[in-house]
């Protein structure tokens, strides 16, 4: 994300993101008036979205199976 800003307005936003420990980086490409935030995701976003997502998937295959409920799509090929 690109994000033209005035320099108190940068420094609020860089303080903000360290302050919340969220996974972006930022860096200011200093060209042009204003200069420009650049906002980054970092692999942490993606690392995260993927264990959860593995998570989501065990928790739904032992529900499957304690509660014995067949898949839509198996319920369909029969």
Known sequence: ME???????????????????LPVSHTTR?????????LTKTEAVFTR?????????????????KWRVTPPAARRAR
């Not at 979205?49 to 199976?65: G, K, N």
Request: hydrophobic share 35%; no cysteine.
């Open 30 to 38: 200093r060209q042009g008036r204003p200069y420009t935030l650049v």
């Open 3 to 21: 994000w033209p800003l005035a320099k108190d307005k940068r420094r609020h936003i860089h303080s903000r993101i360290d302050l919340a420990g």
């Open 49 to 65: 979205e993927r264990t959860a997502r593995a998570r989501a998937e065990t928790d739904l295959a032992w529900l499957r199976e």
